[in-house]
């Protein structure tokens, strides 16, 4: 019997001679990840009107439609592929109901030469807050959330995206770098340096000292 891990292998090695099949399975395996990944990511003014799940359909169908493009790329490994086509998919969902003219640019980033929704400091914010136990979550009152937010802006971009891909999108190391389109060293450097600055951040709001042991020590 085979193991998982060698499963998975011939699905991708399936996957890279365009066999149709296989990307459906890879897409069921990797679903529960891309749906955190969109439910992270989607502006909140779209998430009334349009679920993940529809999104999700969507770039199942471009995906299926660039499997040609996959099969002559070797730079994306199977998962990195399709959270960019998930990205993207998020990006013209955005433009769709939002609209060009009012949709704010600086909502997207470009990542490794392709654009993906930008993660926002409201986006963290809700993340971070929803670490906090019951009991936390009480005292801490609108104002004192908008000072962590406000916090979080004063962090560069790309400080914020390597925290939303290693602690909300929960990417491992190796796939952040393939992500980034730099070494699994570099990677690992950038993340201890944001996990940093967040932790210094913290430090300085004490409503939300306690959330200083989600990042731990072990950063690696």
Do not use: C
């Not at 890279?16 to 990511?41: K, N, P, S």
């Not at 979550?137 to 104002?143: I, K, L, N, T």
């Not at 891909?165 to 690992?188: D, I």
């Amino acid at each position: 019997m085979k193991s998982s891990t060698e499963e998975t292998e011939e699905l991708e090695s399936r996957l890279a001679r365009g066999d149709r099949t296989a990307l459906v399975e890879l897409f069921g395996l990797h679903r529960e990840r891309l749906w955190r990944i969109v439910y992270f990511r989607l502006d909140k003014r779209v998430a009334t009107r349009l679920d993940p799940d529809d999104v999700l359909q969507d770039a199942y169908l471009d995906a299926s439609q660039r499997l040609g493009h996959y099969s002559n790329q070797q730079q994306y490994s199977p998962f990195v592929w399709l959270r960019m086509i998930v990205g993207q998919t998020l990006i013209d969902a955005h433009r769709r109901h939002i609209g060009a003219k009012q949709r704010d640019a600086t909502r997207e980033v470009s990542i490794n030469g392709s654009a993906y929704p930008r993660v926002t400091s409201a986006s963290l914010t809700f993340g971070l807050l929803g670490n906090l136990t019951s009991p936390s979550r009480a005292v801490v009152r609108s104002e004192t959330a908008v000072d962590l937010r406000k916090a979080i802006e004063t962090m560069e971009t790309l400080d914020q995206e390597v925290l939303a891909l290693r602690h909300f999108e929960e990417l491992t190391n190796k796939e952040v770098a393939e992500v980034l389109g730099v070494s699994e060293k570099a990677a690992s450097i950038r993340y201890v340096r944001a996990v940093g600055r967040l932790k210094k951040l913290l430090e300085e709001l004490p409503e939300f000292s306690n959330l200083l042991n989600l990042f731990g020590g072990d950063w690696e």
